[in-house]
């Protein structure tokens, strides 16, 4: 099964039809030379954009994306549509669009009013959304696309973002039976500490806002296609929507038309990045997975911004398109040209990086392309809802968003070379952080029976919900660097049997843990005199057979990366696991990120390299190295190829050396 392409292209609308069929044209030739399936049409974005188009702007753009669409299908193209704007991405300077129409503005939590983006309760946006989206649909395009400005964060120039506009403040007192201002429902929301009963029930006028005005447009769109068009959706960070209350299957629900529904999950940077961003990239999709239903389709997006290996090298478009085919994705949704380029042959390095990148693509679809395999690893313990139970430590919504990101759990693991999955029921389960506060006690205790890694911010929450006794410790408790006396600031950890120091001399806070009878300690926590301070890593098989490993330290993303610190937590995973050890750890390299799954009988690890020097990959397995494992290289833009793999008892060597941005991929 070949790799998918979906190219996002605009024809520019404009008084020249026959330019306009002159740029589809052009365009149809350079999907044939590329390998590109579908165009997914883009109208009115960025430097095109004037307001939300009614009136003789709408019947321009119109005409160009039937002229466009007529024109790529007679060539063979399935074609898609994607309007730019639902409530709006940003203002830049697009002032007084929303009065003409008569749009309600969006509101930010400070009382910023936009000018170009609209609120999701006003009724005449609601109004023009559907008459627009259901106007396209009778062309009968494949999917329809709603953009990710469908939400509340991030609309420029507006802190945080809209959601406190004056008709949402009136759905809020509906709900809550409370007429309150602005001011003093953000100051509730954002209060530090236990959440305030306002957070859930304005997050909950948020969630019915969007899923009301997704289920009338689903509506629109199959009566006006006739049935023949589907909804899809591109979403933003998890973290961000958390604390927009979002309910995943309940949005998708009210998207679905005839059961189908697309989903393009954002996972990649818009321009050049480190190597290591690889693992936010795999964790990103295999997360996102698992909240929408399995009939829908993922066509992750490839974006670059604003466009051409100017902004993103190939070498790192290339890397990205391999992980979101490892993901399983339905299609690779490419959003490499400018949007005002009006005219596809003007970049011949995309299609070249598109030729290029289609060998190990068609290698990865044909093992990878079928959403029924599983992904297996340490399983990350977060949920779509943790920004509504968080504590809060700042008065701000992107303190609640930092609370319910997943990156510092997830990027420690992979970065450390220790697969991680999505599945509740996997043996070992990471939880980390304010995401402790979203479990139930009863989840708690089902987890706390098999094996579990705490940092020292959820075993304190652990602790002080009752179940200290389960993960070996009598207390927990948080200690901030502006806490401790001069004398007693902590600075490093030791390890105790072999005396080799780690440093915490940047952490905000470590829990001072206190071991219960038998709890083993790893590590101690030491004073800039040597002194001790406390344990900084415990490990305790409980009553339940469950096996605990906890960390002192809080923020796993300002701990120095060391090969140290990759032994301590493959022990520690190790440990976890206990007698039924099943995980391939991956060493031989700072950053080397792995990804594991299992289909038809198969096992497949595959291994990116996020460093920039190559690496000598080494796999820890916890059994004999199997007898006939297959290996192959996935270098940068070239060709699959077969390589050579060294036993060393329960070890596998790879022979050669993986490049930056590299993939090896290992099957047995």
Known sequence: MPARYHLRFQIHAGPAPTRVAADATELAGVCAEAGV??????????????????????????????????????????????????????????????????????????????AAQASFACPQWRAWLLAHYGRFAELGFRVLWLEDDFRYHNHAPLEWGGGFEPLMLDRFAALSGQAVGRAEL???????????????????????????????????????????????????????????????????????????VAHRPHFAPYSDTPGRELSRQLWSLELQRALRPGAARSEPEIENWPHTAWSKSDTQTWSELAAAQLAGSHALLLNLHPMNTRRAARHPQVTALLRRSRPALDWLADRYGDQAATTAGVGLAVRPDAATHAHSTRATLTALAAAADPAPVADWLLRYGVPVTADPAAPVQALFGQHAHAFTDDRLRALLGEGLLLDGTAAEILVRRGHGPLIGLTDAVLVSREQSDGDQVYAEEHVLDGGVPLSVNVQPALARLAPAPGAQVWTEIRTPDGLPWGPGRTAFTNPLGGRAAVLAA????????????????????????????????VTGGPLLIPHLSHTDGATRLAIANGSADPARVRLRLPHAAPTDPEATLLAPLTAPTPVELRRHGAELALAASLPHRGWLVVEW
């Not at 604390?243 to 679905?256: C, I, M, N, Q, T």
């Not at 976890?576 to 099943?582: I, T």
């Open 37 to 114: 399936s579908e165009v997914v049409l883009l109208t009115g974005a960025e430097e095109a954009f004037a307001g939300h188009p009614t009136g003789p702007a709408e019947d321009a753009w119109f005409e160009a994306a039937a002229t466009a669409r007529q024109i790529l299908a007679d060539a063979g193209l399935a074609v898609s549509l994607n309007p730019w704007v639902t409530v709006g991405h940003a203002d830049r300077g697009r002032h007084g669009t929303l009065d003409r129409l008569g749009f309600a503005p969006m509101v930010s939590p400070t009382g910023q009013v936009a």
């Open 554 to 585: 809080t923020a796993l993303e300002l701990l120095p990366c060391d090969d140290t610190g990759q032994r301590l937590l493959h022990r520690a995973v190790r440990y976890a696991e206990g007698e039924r050890p099943a995980l391939p750890l």
């Open 186 to 260: 953000v100051a509730a929301v954002t209060a530090p500490g236990p959440p305030h009963p306002w957070r859930a029930q304005l997050q909950q006028v948020w969630r019915d806002a969007q899923v009301e005005v997704a289920a009338a447009l689903a509506a629109e769109v199959a009566l006006r296609s006739g049935g023949r068009s589907t909804l899809g959706l591109m979403s933003s960070g998890l973290d961000a929507h958390s604390v927009e209350g979002r309910d995943w299957p309940a949005l998708f629900d009210a998207l679905a038309i005839r059961g189908r």
